[in-house]
T-cell receptor, first 116, second 111 residues
Framework: DAGVIQSPRHEVTEMGQEVTLRCKPISGHDYLFWYRQTMMRGLELLIYFNNNVPIDDSGMPEDRFSAKMPNASFSTLKIQPSEPRDSAVYFC??????????????FGPGTRLTVL | GQNIDQPTEMTATEGAIVQINCTYQTSGFNGLFWYQQHAGEAPTFLSYNVLDGLEEKGRFSSFLSRSKGYSYLLLKELQMKDSASYLCAVRGGQAGTALIFGKGTTLSVSS
C-alpha cells in the first residue's frame, strides 16, 4: 500500500515565481493536512480538508498561499508570488475518520522548498 | 492561547533510559500524540494517549495526565537508531482533528 506521495521532493525557485506543491493522500483516507516545518517555528498546520472540503485554513500565512483539493486523491498547495521566507519543508499528511490509534496522521516525504 | 513545551535537546547513552517531557495548554483536547522524526525524513507515529495513564509499546511508553496538562515519552534500552527528534502533538482545533505540534526534542544517543 503506497503511502502519502508528494511532488516535487525538492524545489528551488526565485523570488516572485509561482510554486505548486502536490500531494496524493493514502487511498480511503478522509482527511488531508498541509504542514510547514522550519527550524524557528517547528511544524505548523497550514490547512486541512475533510472529504475534499477545506475545514480550517487559519494557519495559511497570507493571501499568497492557496490550497485546493479537487478530488479525494489529489491536493495542491500554491504560493504566488513566492518569497525567501517561504523556504521550508512542506509536508502533506492524511488520516481516516475512524482508526484504532486515534486517527494517526501519515506523513508524506515532504517537499523542500528554497526560494532565492 | 495554545502552547506546547518540550526540551530542545537531550543526550543519552546506548542501553540507557530517557524520559522526554511535554506540557501543553490548548483550547481543546482530543488526544496527545508522539511522533519520531529522523533528520531529513517525515514524522512517523509512535504513540497516542487520550485517557490518563501509561501506554506501552515495546521499548517505548507514553504517559498522560490531562489534569496537569502533562505527558512524557519513555524510551528504554536506547539504541543509536533512536537518535532523532521527538514531537509532542495535541489534537484540538475546530473539528477536533487538527494537530498542534511542539517544536520537538532532539535526542542524541552515543555509544
Amino acid at each position: 500500500d503506497a503511502g502519502v506521495i508528494q511532488s516535487p521532493r525538492h524545489e528551488v525557485t526565485e523570488m516572485g515565481q509561482e510554486v505548486t506543491l502536490r500531494c496524493k493522500p493514502i487511498s480511503g483516507h478522509d482527511y488531508l493536512f498541509w504542514y510547514r516545518q522550519t527550524m524557528m517555528r517547528g511544524l505548523e498546520l497550514l490547512i486541512y480538508f475533510n472529504n475534499n472540503v477545506p475545514i480550517d485554513d487559519s494557519g495559511m500565512p497570507e493571501d499568497r498561499f492557496s490550497a485546493k483539493m479537487p478530488n479525494a486523491s489529489f491536493s495542491t498547495l500554491k504560493i504566488q508570488p513566492s518569497e525567501p521566507r517561504d523556504s521550508a519543508v512542506y509536508f502533506c499528511a492524511s488520516s481516516r475518520i475512524w482508526a484504532p490509534d486515534g486517527n494517526e496522521q501519515f506523513f508524506g516525504p515532504g517537499t523542500r522548498l528554497t526560494v532565492l | 492561547g495554545q502552547n506546547i513545551d518540550q526540551p530542545t535537546e537531550m543526550t543519552a547513552t546506548e542501553g540507557a533510559i530517557v524520559q522526554i517531557n511535554c506540557t501543553y495548554q490548548t483550547s481543546g483536547f482530543n488526544g496527545l500524540f508522539w511522533y519520531q522524526q529522523h533528520a531529513g525524513e517525515a514524522p512517523t507515529f509512535l504513540s497516542y494517549n487520550v485517557l490518563d495513564g501509561l501506554e506501552e509499546k515495546g521499548r517505548f511508553s507514553s504517559f498522560l495526565s490531562r489534569s496537569k496538562g502533562y505527558s512524557y515519552l519513555l524510551l528504554k534500552e536506547l539504541q543509536m537508531k533512536d537518535s532523532a527528534s521527538y514531537l509532542c502533538a495535541v489534537r484540538g482545533g475546530q473539528a477536533g482533528t487538527a494537530l498542534i505540534f511542539g517544536k520537538g526534542t532532539t535526542l542524541s544517543v552515543s555509544s
